[in-house]
C-alpha cells in the first residue's frame, strides 16, 4: 500500500490548520488532537502514513508516551516522527530523539523549510525501506539456494557412501543410521560441553561428512570385504587400510580451508583410532583424535554391534551399550562415553524402531 498519509497531531487546531494548509495539496491529511486518539490512527492506518508530526504536550498520552508505544510496536521502523514544539527544550529534545525522532521543528513554521525537511525524511526512509525490502528478498533467495545446494550435497555424498554398501552386500541404511546416531551424540556433546565450540552449522557439516567414514572400502579387494567369516591376520591389516584409501580418494578433491573437507578426511582417517591409542591408522591418543571422529566412531561401533552381519549375529540392545561402556570395543573418552549415556535411550527406540537420518528430514 502506498505511503502517501500525513498525521498531524496538535492540541492546538490552529497548529494543526497550519500544517495541513502547507501539506494538503501533496498528501492525505489525518488529524488527532490528543494522545489516545493518536494511537488508534496509528494502529488504524499504520500501513499507510508517510509521516507523523507529533507535539509533545496534549491532553491523553504525551508525545513522548505515544512513541514509548511506537518503538514497542516497532512503528518507529517506518514512520518518521517530526516534533513539533513551541518551546525549545534540552530534555525535551534528548528524550525524543532517544526514543527515535527523526527531526524536531519549532513553531512558528517556516512553509518551505518544514516542507523540504519533510520529503527529504520520506525519501530517506522510503529508499531505506526499499534496500531492506530488498536485502531481505536477496537474502531469501540465497538461503534457498544454499539449501538447493545443501540437498544436491547431501544427495551426492549420499550415492558415493551408497557405492560403499552395495559392494558391502549391505542396504544402504548403514550410512543414514550412523548419521542418524552422529547427530544424536552431537546434540548432547554440544548442550553438554560448549567448550568444543560445536555450532549448528558445524553440526550439520559432520552429520554430513559421516556418511564418508567408511569411503576407503571401495578399494578393498572383494575376497576381504565380502569374506562370510572372520579374516585372517593379513585380511584384517588389508581392511584397516580402507582408512587412509579414503583419504587418498578424498584428496584428489582437496579444498584447503574448507571446514567440510576437514571434516570429511579426519572422520574417514580417525574413526577407528581410540582414546588410549590403541586404534589405527595412526595411533592417535586423547584429545589428538579429533572431537568429530570420536563421535562418529562411536556411531559406528554401535551400529555394527547391533545389526546383522555375515560373520555375526545383531547383539542385544543393552549388551551391545554395555560392551561400549565396558571398553570392549576400544576405550572411547569420558566426554564421549557421558555423551553415549544421555543419548542410550534414544539409540534404543531409533534402533527399535529402525529409524535413520533420513526420518528426522521428513
Not at 545389526?307 to 549375529?313: C, D, F, G, T
Request: hydrophobic residues 40%; proline residues 3%; glycine residues 4%.
Amino acid at each position: 500500500m502506498e505511503r502517501n498519509t500525513l498525521l498531524i497531531v496538535d492540541d492546538v487546531e490552529m497548529n494543526r490548520e497550519m500544517l495541513r494548509f502547507i501539506f494538503e495539496d501533496k498528501f492525505d491529511i489525518l488529524e488527532a488532537g490528543d494522545g489516545d486518539t493518536t494511537l488508534r490512527l496509528i494502529e488504524e492506518h499504520g500501513d499507510r502514513i508517510a509521516l507523523l508530526f507529533l507535539d509533545i504536550i496534549m491532553p491523553g498520552k504525551s508525545g513522548l508516551e505515544v512513541l514509548e508505544f511506537m518503538v514497542e510496536h516497532n512503528y518507529m521502523e517506518y514512520i518518521p516522527v517530526i516534533i513539533i514544539t513551541g518551546e525549545e527544550s534540552t530534555d525535551t529534545a534528548t528524550k525524543a530523539y532517544e526514543y527515535g525522532a527523526s527531526d524536531i521543528v519549532y513553531k512558528p513554521f517556516v512553509p518551505k523549510v518544514i516542507m523540504q525537511r519533510t520529503l527529504n525524511l520520506i525519501e530517506l526512509f522510503s529508499n531505506r525501506i526499499d534496500i531492506e525490502n530488498k536485502l531481505e528478498e536477496r537474502t531469501k533467495q540465497l538461503k534457498e539456494s544454499q539449501e538447493q545446494l545443501k540437498r544436491q550435497n547431501d544427495f551426492l555424498i549420499n550415492a558415493l557412501s551408497s557405492v560403499v554398501e552395495f559392494r558391502s552386500l549391505e542396504s544402504g541404511e548403514h550410512i543414514q543410521r550412523v548419521k542418524y546416531y552422529t547427530w544424536m551424540l552431537l546434540k548432547y556433546l554440544v548442550a553438554s560441553y560448549p567448550e568444543y565450540g560445536l555450532t549448528k552449522d558445524a553440526v550439520d557439516l559432520i552429520v554430513s561428512a559421516s556418511a564418508l567414514h567408511d569411503l576407503g572400502k571401495i578399494a578393498i579387494p572383494d575376497n576381504i570385504l565380502l569374506k562370510p567369516g572372520r579374516l585372517t591376520k593379513e585380511e584384517f591389516e588389508e581392511m584397516k587400510k580402507h582408512t587412509t584409501y579414503g583419504c587418498d580418494l578424498l584428496e584428489n578433491f582437496k579444498q584447503d580451508d574448507d571446514d567440510f573437507y576437514r571434516y570429511c578426511y579426519e572422520i574417514c582417517r580417525y574413526h577407528h583410532e581410540r582414546y588410549d591409542g590403541r586404534g589405527y591408522p595412526d595411533g592417535l591418543k586423547g584429545e589428538d583424535i579429533p572431537i568429530w571422529a570420536q563421535v562418529v566412531a562411536i556411531a559406528d561401533v554401535y551400529d555394527a554391534l547391533v545389526s546383522k552381519r555375515v560373520y555375526k549375529a545383531a547383539y542385544a540392545l543393552d549388551e551391545a551399550a554395555q560392551m561400549i561402556l565396558n571398553g570392549e570395543c576400544g576405550v572411547f573418552s569420558p566426554v564421549i562415553l557421558d555423551c553415549f549415556q544421555q543419548a542410550k535411550e534414544e539409540f534404543f527406540q531409533a534402533t527399535k524402531m529402525k529409524l535413520s537420518f533420513a526420518d528426522i528430514q521428513k
